[in-house]
């Protein structure tokens, strides 16, 4: 074989590897059909009621002690039937329990269109109501959105709110998968209409730094 005849099918298969990844990296998650809601309801006065889970501990995030690496999936645009998604990969650490152990904090780290990005999540867990609060706030806007509340159920966790999505009122639901404790997934989905329908939107798979 002549030498530049050898380069070429080199070349080309390189393309071709490099092609395949990307259609790998572009392929929609696949996500559960959410159908009503999870120790929760609606109540007649349009009120977002949530139920502990029988388990629900305040050792329910221990777990998530430690560094990550994270592959994250995030939908383009939300609530419009798109199916586009955008594959990247961000950085985690979560500095354990604190509170005497009902909290828990974590700093998430990305880069959004060529730009620094850093979330930093708070955890509460109330001893009274056994429930989880969740604070998101990013550094986009320094504002803490509304806390997602819940618990979980073995090792599935769900936890809800109200909130307003371009102007447009929505719940959003964060879910935690906690399986593989060294690899944990976490999606967040938001429903327009109180639950009866749901759009995923984000999620990601933990990968634990050892």
Known sequence: MKPNQHYQKIICGLIL???????????????????????????????????????????DFDFLAGKWTMDNKRLKTRLNNSNEW?????????????????????????TFDGKPFEGLTLRLFNPQTKLWSLY??????????????GSFEGSVGIFYCKDVYQGKPVLVMFKWDKTD????????AFSPDNGVTWEWNWTNTSHRIK
Request: net charge negative.
């Open 17 to 59: 590897f490099g092609l395949q990844i990307t259609f790998v990296q572009s392929q929609p998650p696949v996500f559960p059909k959410i159908t009503g809601l999870t120790n929760a309801r609606i109540t007649a006065s349009g009120e977002l009621e949530i139920f502990p889970s029988n388990t629900s501990s305040s050792h």
């Open 86 to 110: 955008e594959a990247f990969v961000s950085k985690d650490e979560n500095y354990g329990t604190m509170l005497n152990g009902i909290g828990n904090m974590d700093l998430y780290k990305a």
């Open 136 to 149: 998101w706030v990013p550094s986009t806007t320094g504002i803490m959105d509304p806390p997602v509340v």
């Open 181 to 188: 404790k060294d690899n944990p997934v976490w999606s967040q």
